[in-house]
């Protein structure tokens, strides 16, 4: 038997254990499945290998497992690629600081060869931690195929891919502003960069016009230091406060220059003065102004953001805000220095650093991105790739058509080193192996020279980028690739859709020739119960592996299903875990009940030829179920396939079926027992296959449990056959348990608001029920009796004087209050519970006719306001429902 109560801790390790063992999450490979259409890959979008799962790796991975144990069951061929990436600067972060700590040696002085051989060691020792978490969310990846961005295959697919993009003519060296983090030493991605709104100054200094005595132009800046950089001042062409002084020169202060006034489109004469000061080789809008407009770039910085040889002696070494001091003073001491302004601006810090970022002129490699983006601009116009939510197109065409130069070196030693060696001239040699690269220089110099490697890597996006084909085997022509590219799906999140999603998309057209996914689905953000973004200074983040030790995996899966609505971030709700462990017990409850009656082993069942009522109705509504799941989950609407199962399982089958079966097995009617108990067995069947991606750990022990009872199961649920049902609707069969169900639930409501005692048996009397009605409530009467609290059931042609009424179809059901309720006291009650009612949608509707509160608070507040004005008047239309039956019977 079915124990008590179901204890995920004590089945989760074990039912996951017999999945790897049995060979179910390895990657389909039946040669019969030819149409594409029979397989299905999902990319696993990978995590960092210094890792550990947060609530948006659990919101996408169940979403993943879920479409990947729908899959299979459906009988496709089925891959989940999992796999880790080596994320450069967060790994080299962690193993430098353990060097630290353990008193060893650091980076520098053990040398690149000796510090990787240390990062491989951690790596090893400690870089699966985040796969063992997914594996205890149930995740069914193809582990036996998991891959890591440096393995062997991937590096060699890296190599290929640098090389003839190379000689493409699309990834070359060039001098550009790169994020620079002056802490870590290199060049960080604008996803690495976190802005911080900060309560500043802007400074207002008068620059003067040369050979012009007494006569200014005055500029604005927050970072006065790089004033020491500037080449020249833009003004609007249309700006005619500026018109004679275009083409004239300022005398830069301190630094003693002179720099041209030029006019450019990218001043805006309403901003302060209409003159902005340009630093070319520090702003990114001002090296854009300066490429235009032909102007020097000075770089005042070294890698540590110190001021270098470029500025005037008494600022070379000053660290940046010790020169930003300096500078006010200076020009404050000249007079130049007309106003200081608070001002609040956006400063960007390193998000592992936690420094400010500085843009800065630097050699580095790029990716002709321009280029390489119109193939995936055009795949998803004309469709081959697609959005859900489709308005997420927007986002991916704004980035893609506004695209820069992807830069794609970082100065780093943990990664993919660049495959370029340089002779003592300089000249680059581009090659997959050192060998080739010397064969090259050989060729080109006529003898054989030294060269040296560039000692940069690549950044992490570039190998991620290659994923959904690298992974597959490419360039080597595997079955795999042959089979599973292009992908079916990608989930991901909205953030990196530039970083990552669009890059695959070019780097998959390019090499591939085809999209590398038919759908991109971006997930929600996960926030906290009153929708605020989580973070570690909130202290808000709510950790789900806590959650999955307390209520089990399954509880959290469903919980993020249930609440993934497309559009909709999901605000985490702990109560809402609680809440679906409890939904569970339910179906382990329904489980045990079925087991106690019977309803187990070889029971020979044909669903579409059925004799009682009950259980026709009950299988069309799994058909119903099952069509509507299917289709939901087809849709990416995660949230109804879940809400349709929760609905079906809890209120159809437990609160329905199950109760209006019980009189069933006390009938003595042995035909109509065997068949009820052979139909709840197989309900319970369909039931759980529909459930099982959504909830695989319970659903798989109580199919191999009740398996054990008596019906031998030919496989694991997890390699079941999806419900495929049809013509099992019985429209007669629905209308009439439909009417059963009506009728109770209207009696059970009419209760509960007059505050009937719950031991209080009441007279009912059908008032103008028609014949089919009468039939129906004798035929059902013990069931009526037993379900309502009902005393008698009688037929009449008028309502009785005292008694509460309410609808049911063509009829009034009356129930008689007499002597059992005090009918001025529960008016009185519910009068003034409506009073209260009353004041809250009062103060409600005020709040959201107040523009004020409209146009400053945050949208999942006003949400959340709405919701509850909507729930307020709902109650308060029952209430006055409640009252006015109350009035009748006086």
């Known amino acids: 038997m079915l124990e008590k109560y179901?204890?995920?801790?004590?089945?989760?390790?074990?039912?996951?254990?017999?999945?790897?063992?049995?060979?179910?999450?390895?990657?389909?490979?039946?040669?019969?499945?030819?149409?594409?259409?029979?397989?299905?890959?999902?990319?696993?979008?990978?995590?960092?290998?210094?890792?550990?799962?947060?609530?948006?790796?659990?919101?996408?991975?169940?979403?993943?497992?879920?479409?990947?144990?729908?899959?299979?069951?459906?009988?496709?061929?089925?891959?989940?690629?999992?796999?880790?990436?080596?994320?450069?600067?967060?790994?080299?972060?962690?193993?430098?600081?353990?060097?630290?700590?353990?008193?060893?040696?650091?980076?520098?002085?053990?040398?690149?060869?000796?510090?990787?051989?240390?990062?491989?060691?951690?790596?090893?020792?400690?870089?699966?931690?985040?796969?063992?978490?997914?594996?205890?969310?149930?995740?069914?990846?193809?582990?036996?195929?998991?891959?890591?961005?440096?393995?062997?295959?991937?590096?060699?697919a890296v190599l290929k891919v640098f090389v003839e993009l190379y000689n493409d003519g699309l990834i070359y060296k060039d001098k550009r502003l790169v994020n620079w983090d002056p802490k870590l030493l290199t060049a960080i991605s604008d996803l690495e960069v976190e802005p911080v709104e900060t309560n500043g100054h802007m400074w207002h200094f008068k620059y003067p016009i040369e050979g012009q005595d007494g006569k200014f132009i005055t500029v604005a800046t927050t970072r006065p230091e790089t004033m020491l950089g500037d080449t020249g001042v833009a003004v609007h062409p249309s700006d005619e406060r500026y018109t004679d002084m275009v083409g004239?020169?300022?005398?830069?202060?301190?630094?003693?220059?002179?720099?041209?006034?030029?006019?450019?489109?990218?001043?805006?004469?309403?901003?302060?003065?209409?003159?902005?000061?340009?630093?070319?080789?520090?702003?990114?809008?001002?090296?854009?102004?300066?490429?235009?407009?032909?102007?020097?770039?000075?770089?005042?910085?070294?890698?540590?953001?110190?001021?270098?040889?470029?500025?005037?002696?008494?600022?070379?070494?000053?660290?940046?805000?010790?020169?930003?001091?300096?500078?006010?003073?200076?020009?404050?001491a000249l007079g130049l220095l007309e106003k200081i302004d608070d001002h609040e601006l956006t400063v960007p810090y390193g998000d592992r650093s936690g420094v400010v970022v500085e843009p800065w002129l630097t050699d580095q490699w790029y990716v002709n991105a321009e280029k390489m983006a119109k193939p995936a601009i055009e795949a998803v116009t004309s469709g081959k790739t697609k959005f859900v939510p489709a308005n997420w197109d927007k986002t991916y065409f704004e980035w893609m058509n506004n695209i820069q130069p992807w830069c794609i070196s970082r100065q780093l030693w943990w990664g993919h080193q660049i495959p370029a060696w340089y002779g003592p001239d300089g000249e680059v040699f581009v090659a997959q192996s050192e060998q080739e690269a010397q064969s090259l220089a050989d060729a080109h110099y006529g003898e054989t020279k030294d060269l040296k490697r560039d000692e940069d890597v690549l950044d992490t996006w570039f190998s991620s980028a290659l994923w959904p084909f690298s992974t597959l085997g490419w360039p080597d022509k595997t079955p795999e690739l042959a089979r599973y590219y292009p992908t079916a799906t990608l989930s991901?999140?909205?953030?990196?859709?530039?970083?990552?999603?669009?890059?695959m998309m070019m780097m998959g057209l390019h090499f591939m020739k085809e999209v590398p996914f038919d759908t991109v689905y971006i997930h929600a953000l996960v926030r906290d119960e009153k929708g605020k973004k989580m973070s570690k200074s909130k202290g808000n983040v709510i950790d789900p592996l806590p959650l999955v030790d307390e209520y089990g995996a399954d509880a959290l899966r469903f919980t993020m299903a249930a609440m993934a609505a497309q559009g909709r971030d999901v605000n985490m709700s702990i109560p809402r875990v609680e809440g679906y462990r409890n939904f569970a017990t339910k179906l382990w409850n329904a489980a045990r009940f079925a087991e106690m009656n019977g309803c187990v082993g070889d029971l020979p069942l044909n669903p579409s030829n059925l004799n009682a009522t009950l259980n026709r109705w009950i299988v069309g509504e799994v058909e119903k179920t099952a069509k509507d799941v299917t289709k939901a989950i087809e849709a990416y609407r995660f949230n109804e396939a879940a809400d349709g199962l929760y609905h079906f399982i809890w209120h159809t089958y437990c609160d329905w079926y199950v109760e209006l079966s019980k009189p069933v097995f006390n009938s003595g009617d042995e035909p109509l027992i065997n068949e009820t108990r052979a139909v709840t067995a197989w309900v319970l069947d369909e039931m759980m296959k529909m459930l099982h991606p959504f909830m695989p750990f319970m659903t798989e022990e109580l199919w191999q449990r009740l398996g054990e009872t008596g019906r031998k199961r030919e496989t694991m649920l997890i390699k079941a056959n999806w419900p495929i049902l049809d013509g099992l609707q019985d429209e007669a069969a629905q209308a009439e348990i439909d009417w059963v169900i009506s009728i109770i639930s209207e009696i059970r409501s009419a209760r509960s608001e007059m505050n009937v005692p719950a031991g209080a048996k009441l007279p009912l009397v059908l008032v103008g029920a028609n014949e089919t009605s009468q039939t129906r409530a004798k035929r059902y009467d013990s069931t009526l009796k037993q379900?309502?609290?009902?005393?008698?059931?009688?037929?009449?042609?008028?309502?009785?004087?005292?008694?509460?009424?309410?609808?049911?179809?063509?009829?009034?059901?009356?129930?008689?209050?007499?002597?059992?309720?005090?009918?001025?006291?529960?008016?009185?009650?519910?009068?003034?519970?409506?009073?209260?009612?009353?004041?809250?949608?009062?103060?409600?509707?005020?709040?959201?006719?107040?523009?004020?509160?409209?146009?400053?608070?945050?949208?999942?507040?006003?949400?959340?306001?709405?919701?509850?004005?909507?729930?307020?008047?709902?109650?308060?239309?029952?209430?006055?429902?409640?009252?006015?039956?109350?009035?009748?019977?006086?």
């Open 492 to 503: 991901t999140a909205f953030d990196i859709i530039f970083f990552w999603v669009a890059r």
């Open 248 to 332: 004239q020169q300022v005398r830069l202060p301190i630094a003693d220059r002179l720099i041209p006034i030029v006019a450019d489109e990218y001043p805006d004469p309403e901003q302060g003065s209409g003159a902005v000061k340009m630093t070319p080789a520090h702003d990114f809008n001002d090296f854009e102004v300066g490429r235009r407009q032909n102007l020097e770039m000075i770089n005042i910085f070294n890698e540590t953001a110190h001021l270098n040889e470029n500025v005037p002696q008494s600022y070379q070494g000053l660290e940046r805000f010790e020169a930003r001091k300096k500078v006010v003073a200076e020009m404050e």
């Open 787 to 890: 379900m309502a609290r009902l005393e008698t059931i009688d037929f009449a042609a008028q309502v009785p004087q005292g008694a509460v009424q309410v609808v049911v179809g063509e009829a009034v059901a009356a129930l008689s209050m007499q002597g059992v309720i005090d009918v001025s006291g529960e008016t009185a009650r519910l009068s003034k519970e409506l009073g209260k009612v009353s004041g809250e949608i009062k103060k409600l509707s005020g709040k959201l006719s107040n523009e004020q509160f409209l146009s400053k608070a945050p949208d999942d507040v006003v949400a959340e306001q709405k919701r509850r004005l909507e729930e307020e008047q709902e109650r308060a239309a029952q209430l006055e429902a409640a009252i006015e039956r109350l009035r009748a019977l006086g």
């Open 6 to 156: 179901y204890q995920p801790q004590d089945i989760e390790q074990r039912i996951y254990e017999s999945w790897e063992q049995s060979g179910a999450f390895q990657a389909g490979d039946d040669p019969s499945k030819t149409d594409a259409k029979d397989n299905f890959c999902i990319v696993i979008p990978p995590p960092n290998v210094t890792g550990s799962l947060h609530m948006g790796h659990a919101l996408n991975n169940s979403l993943q497992d879920l479409l990947v144990r729908f899959e299979r069951m459906r009988g496709k061929n089925v891959l989940w690629q999992p796999g880790t990436d080596h994320a450069g600067i967060a790994t080299q972060m962690v193993v430098e600081r353990q060097l630290a700590e353990n008193g060893e040696p650091g980076r520098r002085d053990l040398g690149r060869e000796k510090f990787l051989e240390k990062v491989w060691a951690w790596k090893e020792e400690s870089g699966g931690t985040i796969v063992n978490q997914l594996r205890r969310l149930g995740a069914s990846c193809d582990w036996s195929r998991e891959r890591f961005t440096m393995d062997e295959g991937l590096s060699k």
